[in-house]
């Protein structure tokens, strides 16, 4: 599974940025899909999930309310709806998948970053 994030980019406090991430390589839609973020200086952490059929959704607290992750099995896709943007969440942002399919905390696929930077 090869896993294709885009959408980063530069935004001032308060505002909006939506990652999307396109798989290839075989069908996803029986896999969780996920978003992990590292900031500058710190370990690599769980920011959302989301299990194969999108009945249930997993939020790190400090992203509870602002973002919104989503897939569409049609597109082999997943989606992050970042809103109220925060410094801290200034990080690398990267899309992962796991085979079990549902809640999941230790992937088995990342695809390479996309840069999130919120200026205050």
């Known amino acids: 599974v090869q896993l294709q994030a885009s959408g980063g980019g530069s935004v001032q406090a308060g505002g909006s940025l939506k990652l999307s991430c396109a798989a290839s390589?075989?069908?996803?839609?029986?896999?969780?899909l996920g978003w992990f973020r590292r900031a500058p200086g710190k370990e690599r952490e769980f920011v959302a999930t989301?299990?194969?059929?999108?009945?249930?959704?997993f939020y790190r607290d400090s992203v509870k309310g602002r973002f919104t992750i989503s897939r569409d099995n049609a597109k082999n896709s997943v989606y992050l709806q970042m809103d109220s943007l925060e410094p801290e969440d200034t990080a690398v942002y990267y899309c992962?998948?796991?085979?079990?399919?549902?809640?999941?905390?230790?992937?088995?696929?990342w695809g390479q970053g996309t840069q999130v930077t919120v200026s205050s």
């Open positions: 390589g075989r069908s996803v839609s029986d896999y969780g």
């Open positions: 989301i299990t194969s059929t999108g009945a249930r959704t």
């Open positions: 992962v998948a796991d085979r079990r399919g549902g809640e999941f905390y230790e992937p088995d696929y």
